[in-house]
């Protein structure tokens, strides 16, 4: 299937992104964010607006470690029971074995 061709799935593709590389504000009106917290975590809920969309992702949750700001989880929610849930541990920043690699000259 062509993403670029059906536009409901260029619209999931541009929201999954959004949260992958973590800038929302590339999230279309056709989204409605929600913000929560805990004691460990800043949750994002975002939720489709368009009936299409909600038909294959009812909400994604992201949840942001206080610590060092970096995605603990990410869940898609298909509906309430089916959902897919990733869990990130053993997190390393910037560890590059041969800084070479990106310099620049």
Do not use: H, W
Not at 34 to 59: C, G, L, M, R
């Amino acid at each position: 299937m062509s993403l670029t061709a059906n536009k409901m799935m260029n619209q999931m593709q541009d929201m999954l992104t959004a949260c992958m590389i973590g800038d929302l504000s590339k999230m279309s009106s056709d989204y409605k964010l929600e913000y929560f917290e805990n004691d460990s975590y800043y949750i994002v809920k975002i939720k489709p607006v368009n009936k299409a969309i909600q038909t294959y992702i009812s909400e994604i949750e992201i949840y942001l470690d206080k610590k060092d700001m970096s995605v603990y989880k990410l869940r898609l929610s298909e509906t309430a029971t089916n959902y897919t849930e990733y869990e990130f541990y053993n997190k390393r920043f910037n560890a590059l074995k041969d800084e070479t690699k990106f310099s620049i000259r």
